[in-house]
């Protein structure tokens, strides 16, 4: 099915139209045609993306999520540079319809973007409005509760030009008595840092009990705070009625590209074999859902599943927990992750060439979805080195251990099969773009398993954009992090290997 066709249902299953540039309902509210809008982004790989002829010819239409300020101070200079902790904290409450329906709106927000002209004040009021979608994707079937179990989730808002944007969520009953729906607190901001958003809600929450203007002190101290380094630690003074002034310390991990992560949930989830053949089929950049009752299991579950894939990225539709008004993106033709609530289980298993992931704790069959070759993809031999280095962890593994055991186990993958990259880009000259020699490449790879593996996974749009870069870098660019590290130390371990061997 074309992405053409795809677009063609969703706009027929939702009552939509589409304009040059933009979606919009047969005659909708400007919140809802911006919210439309935004969520459309995340179509961005029908429009060619990741097509490098296309990108080489035309840029791609850019569809900014953040205004532009008429006048940028020394402070929004900083911030806009990434070096705050978060762009907006807002509070999406759920308010009753005349139609009797709750709907998700916006009741708080911090800051207040004031002085921005109507083009940027609409676009913001769509994006706050596409935000309310992600907290509460389950669209407007709820009522009032007496009793809920407060989770903590994060989405992707990401745009045209695929930069992304996080959004961390907690979803909670409100202080009050008797029955009564759900509030949900949510963070936007360009930093990937689950594990320390996480800790900044529990202060948030604490501090909403007792009353919403306890929020703005602390968010305004963290807000003017600098974003730590990996491994460091920032202090924020707040003061709190009846205990005085109190400082939350927050620290980032050393593996900072693990810090948006948590593993426990995948393995809890999953076994180590099952989790190999999802590695196995994400690594192949095939169409992957996920399905579970609980968003902060899609959630954790999906951006675990990408951090496996370092150092490649994930170039295609990405969305950890997909609201109901996006439910037919699964009709997508192009690879995906998704994370979609068991209740639209139904929508989802009628597709075909997709692996489908159950993890629900009452499962039957872990796989409702599959081709078939998953188990085929990988070498043999690697696949049980993965298997081996999983049974390292410990049963009772902080977040930490347990990230440091899997890194361990799946990074050497990619340095054993890729890992001689640098040795294969040539240069005519000085200054000049290098050139990989893919077809060398592969063949310079002694294992018949291993060479057949890698031949089809220089197919892929991770591998090729991590060529990319590599060809735009001088010679002289210092290599770094950690799986250079890696891969120099696998080198050097062969080379002693073989001296022992003459």
């Known amino acids: 099915m074309s992405g053409d066709e795809v677009q063609r249902r969703i706009r027929k299953a939702h009552g939509l139209k589409h304009t040059k540039q933009r979606w919009s309902t047969v005659q909708p509210s400007e919140g809802e045609r911006g919210a439309i809008k935004r969520l459309s982004t995340m179509w961005s790989s029908f429009r060619g993306k990741h097509d490098k002829d296309r990108v080489m010819k035309e840029p791609p239409f850019q569809e900014s999520l953040e205004p532009a300020p008429v006048d940028t101070p020394a402070k929004e200079q900083r911030y806009m540079s990434g070096q705050y902790f978060f762009e907006y904290l807002v509070v999406v409450s759920l308010k009753k319809s005349k139609e009797g329906a709750y709907e998700p709106q916006i009741t708080y927000q911090f800051p207040k973007r004031d002085g921005m002209v109507r083009f940027q004040r609409e676009e913001e009021e769509k994006t706050l409005k596409a935000i309310t979608l992600f907290c509460f994707?389950?669209?407007?079937?709820?009522?009032?509760?007496?009793?809920?179990?407060?989770?903590?989730?994060?989405?992707?808002?990401?745009?045209?030009?695929?930069?992304?944007?996080?959004?961390?969520?907690?979803?909670?009953?409100?202080?009050?008595?008797?029955?009564?729906?759900?509030?949900?607190?949510?963070?936007?901001?360009?930093?990937?840092?689950?594990?320390?958003?996480?800790?900044?809600?529990?202060?948030?929450?604490?501090?909403?009990?007792?009353?919403?203007?306890?929020?703005?002190?602390?968010?305004?101290?963290?807000?003017?705070?600098?974003?730590?380094?990996?491994?460091?630690?920032?202090?924020?003074k707040s003061f709190i009625p009846d205990k005085g002034t109190e400082i939350i310390s927050l620290t980032r991990p050393l593996d900072s590209w693990l810090e948006h992560v948590d593993f426990r949930t995948l393995f809890r989830c999953l076994t180590d074999e099952e989790v190999l053949l999802v590695f196995a089929a994400a690594v192949m950049e095939r169409r992957i859902v996920f399905i579970a009752e609980e968003l902060s299991t899609l959630s954790q579950v999906i951006h675990a599943v990408v951090a496996l894939l370092y150092p490649f990225t994930w170039q295609h539709t990405f969305i950890s927990i997909v609201p109901e008004i996006l439910i037919d993106v699964v009709m997508a033709p192009t690879p995906y992750l998704l994370g979609v609530q068991k209740r639209l289980l139904e929508q989802v298993t009628d597709q075909s060439d997709l692996l489908v992931v159950d993890l629900s704790e009452d499962k039957g069959d872990t796989f409702l979805v599959r081709s078939g070759d998953e188990k085929s993809i990988l070498p043999p031999k690697l696949q049980d080195e993965i298997l081996q280095a999983l049974r390292n962890r410990k049963e009772e593994a902080t977040v930490e251990e347990l990230n440091t055991v899997v890194s361990e186990a799946f990074l050497p993958f990619f340095v054993k099969t890729v890992g001689h990259f640098a040795s294969y880009v040539t240069r005519k000259g000085s200054g000049q773009p290098g050139v990989f020699q893919s077809r060398a490449f592969y063949k310079a790879i002694e294992s018949k398993t291993t060479r057949h593996f890698v031949k089809k996974f220089l197919q892929t749009q991770m591998f090729d954009l991590f060529i990319q870069e590599l060809e735009q870098q001088q010679p002289a660019s210092p290599q770094q992090g950690?799986?250079?590290?890696?891969?120099?130390?696998?080198?050097?371990?062969?080379?002693r290997e073989k001296a022992k061997k003459r």
């Open 137 to 236: 994707p389950e669209g407007i079937n709820w009522a009032p509760l007496t009793e809920y179990h407060s989770e903590t989730f994060s989405f992707v808002l990401t745009e045209i030009d695929g930069s992304r944007r996080n959004g961390y969520c907690r979803r909670l009953l409100p202080h009050g008595n008797g029955a009564r729906p759900p509030e949900a607190y949510c963070i936007i901001s360009r930093l990937a840092c689950f594990g320390l958003f996480s800790k900044i809600f529990d202060e948030v929450e604490k501090r909403r009990q007792i009353s919403m203007a306890m929020i703005y002190p602390f968010m305004q101290s963290l807000r003017e705070a600098a974003f730590p380094a990996p491994g460091n630690t920032v202090k924020i």
């Open 482 to 495: 950690i799986f250079h590290k890696k891969i120099v130390e696998y080198q050097e371990k062969k080379k």
